[in-house]
């Protein structure tokens, strides 16, 4: 039978421009939210982290923005770069010994 | 530091075979985790130790799955029997507990089964 994959969703930018990934959350108990950027080949590398009680966290060239009562968080990066072409994932963890749960992700096409 | 190291990057098994990946944490972590991501079902989660203890293995998917971390420098994953199902890549990451929510991923064990 035909096989069936996740169909990650694309962001195709133009190199020098601003990108936003989306993601959308639905367990209320995450106190910590992450991102996590996967070049082809590798694995997962931490970006930054933003913690519940927070709305906003900058990093190099990143920004976090955590809407609770949305339920939605977005990384936004700035004067995108061919190197940033990866899949950027977020995640979320309740604490304690810091298990981790991954999203889909969000694949990053940077036209140059 | 030379970061998580796997072993080995790429394994190639016939099914009913045992196969078991190693992996060496970042030294002086104290939380090791082992994932698998495919195609169909994304990053998951299988099993993490705190301190060498295993804490949640509830995303171990079957008893053919088993894990362990004898010593803070070292861990397991076995396959057995193995089945074409299982192919995928293996991740393991280590973190310090009590810090961020850093984790230092490998590069990973691309596990195919025929």
Redesign the interface.
Known sequence: GE????HLPTLSVQEGDNSIINCAYSNSASD?F?WYKQESG?????II?IRSNMDKRQGQRVTVLLNKTVKHLSLQIAATQPGDSAVY?CAG?PGG?????????TKLQVIP | DAG?IQSPRHEVTEMGQEVTLRCKPISGHN?L?WYRQT???????LI?F?NNVP??DSGMPEDRFSAKMPNASFSTLKIQPSEPRDSAVY?C?S?L?GG?????????TRLTVT
């Open positions: 096989s069936v994959g996740l910590y992450i590798k694995g997962p590398q931490f982290d994932f963890s010994y810091q298990k981790v749960t991954f999203g889909i992700g | 998580v939380s985790f195609m169909m079902r994304g990053l998951e989660l993490y705190n804490i949640d991740f990451a973190s507990a961020s929510y850093e984790q230092y991923f490998g590069p990973g």
